[in-house]
């Protein structure tokens, strides 16, 4: 049955640019909530818009937490669940794409080093697919701004029992996705600094916010950003991920137009974000992402793509291969 939204993303639809182009989506979420289902058929019937998306890799989003036992042992049952969908999707009845090849879930650091038996399973509950853990740090002061849903505390990268708890990480094999707002990322350079023998996997460019104290404030934002990349940047042992700009947090309200954004608009638009990335972390490091459904509030997965390819284009095949898959692939080793 066709949504409201549905019908609203119907209003701008495109074909494929470049649809031979091998893609790594490393960053999507599954889940079924009321009156909000995104599994297997729903991302699959994303997947199917042209684009050669080759694997998938599915990111923590409190997604069939086990409802009993030890609180800090309940997200394991997300990644039984990720696992569940990726044999799904390994059968071939849902079409060429191997969704969630590779596994992130979620671990609390905050527990220190008695962390370390909460990845063990995490491991356990797929030893051919997980990859690490995201623990979402975003934070800030302004209630306008929605905290992370596992309620962290201010300054939580430079905390000395999360850090304990981070060292598990490297000393298993994993990797850590970081989820945080501009303001946070000197944090997190200090954070690659004290560890750069982990992969630190940076969500969503670093969060450039645009709502409350930030709403019409675009050009000081993007002067603060991008002194926080850099910063992070300087640590060749993390990577970023370039998506995340058609959240509604980022401030540009596609949602609210009367239909969503080309995408030749889109491309405009955050172009000078993920240009910049690409120049400070070089192409080897940077990732394009969907952050679907989460960013389909804004447009269609075939739109969203085609703005990445139209940014990519006077990049070399080397470093587009890299941009949309190579870097995917080697991060969360798929």
């Known amino acids: ?11 701008t639809t495109e074909t494929a640019l470049d649809p031979t182009l ?21 991302i699959c019937q994303d997947l199917g818009g042209g684009h050669n998306v080759v694997s998938t890799v ?14 800090e042992m309940r ?7 990720a696992q569940g969908i990726a044999a799904q999707s390994a059968s071939g009845q849902y079409g060429p794409t191997a969704v969630a ?22 491991i356990a509950a797929s030893r051919n697919r997980f990859r690490g853990i995201r623990h979402a740090t975003s934070w800030h002061a302004s209630p306008d701004i929605r905290n992370a849903h596992t309620k962290p505390t201010e300054g939580l990268l430079l905390d000395r029992k999360f850090r304990e708890g981070f060292a598990c990480l490297g000393k298993l094999g994993l990797s850590f996705d970081a989820w945080m707002y501009h303001t946070q990322l000197m944090d997190l350079a200090d954070l690659a600094k004290a560890f750069p023998g982990t992969t630190i996997i940076l969500d969503h460019i670093g969060g450039p916010l645009g709502i409350g104290p930030y709403e019409g404030k675009r050009t000081e934002v993007f002067e603060d950003w991008k002194r926080g990349i850099a910063a992070v940047a300087a640590c060749p042992n993390v990577v970023v991920k370039l998506g995340g700009l058609t959240m509604t947090m980022c401030g540009f309200d596609w949602h609210k137009q009367e239909k969503p954004p080309t995408s030749e608009v889109l491309a405009t638009a955050n172009a000078p974000y993920y240009l910049y990335c690409i120049e400070k972390f070089g192409p080897t490091r940077c990732m394009f992402e969907s952050n679907f459904p989460v960013d389909k509030i804004s447009c269609s997965y075939t739109v969203l793509w085609n703005s990445f390819k139209r940014m990519a284009q006077g990049f070399s095949p080397a470093e587009r291969a890299a941009l949309f898959h190579d870097t995917a692939a080697r991060a969360y080793r798929l």
């Open 1 to 11: 049955m066709e949504t409201d939204h549905t019908a609203w993303l119907n209003h």
């Open 22 to 42: 091998p893609i790594c989506d490393p960053h999507h979420h599954l889940w079924d909530h009321p009156n909000n289902r995104y599994l297997i058929e729903e």
């Open 58 to 71: 599915f990111v923590d989003c409190v997604a069939f937490y086990r409802k009993d036992g030890p609180i």
């Open 75 to 81: 997200p394991i049952g997300e990644t039984e669940f």
């Open 101 to 122: 090849a590779g596994i992130v879930s979620f671990a609390d650091l905050t527990l220190g080093s008695a962390v370390e038996r909460v990845l063990e399973a995490q």
